[in-house]
């Protein structure tokens, strides 16, 4: 199951790392592009575009992949799931 958000700041709420907004806004990266990029060119690529773009450290990257792919919250006590997983 894949995670849907209406807004890059309601992705960076649910993953606790609000301080990505403006980044986020500046490169007008939304949501569903993100996805698109995940599926269609992997987490690699994702990765790298959201170090350009926002500076994050490697953490901060996993978590807003984490909760793109699977909408689940960053707390220690969240387990991810490990069926079909991308690249």
């Known amino acids: 199951t894949v995670a849907r958000f209406d807004s890059a700041a309601a992705l960076l709420r649910a993953a606790a790392l609000t301080q990505y907004v403006a980044a986020f806004e500046r490169e007008e990266l939304d949501p569903q592009t993100l996805l698109d ?3 269609t060119k992997g987490r690699a690529t994702l990765d790298a575009a959201l170090k350009e773009a926002t500076g994050a450290p490697m953490g ?3 978590k807003i ?3 793109l792919r ?3 919250p ?3 006590d969240a387990a991810e799931p490990t ?3 991308m690249n």
Do not use: D, F, I
Request: hydrophobic share 40%.
């Open 60 to 62: 901060h990257r996993m």
């Open 65 to 67: 992949v984490r909760v």
């Open 83 to 85: 069926a079909n997983p």
């Open 74 to 76: 960053t707390g220690n």
């Open 70 to 72: 699977y909408g689940l």
């Open 37 to 39: 990029v995940l599926t």
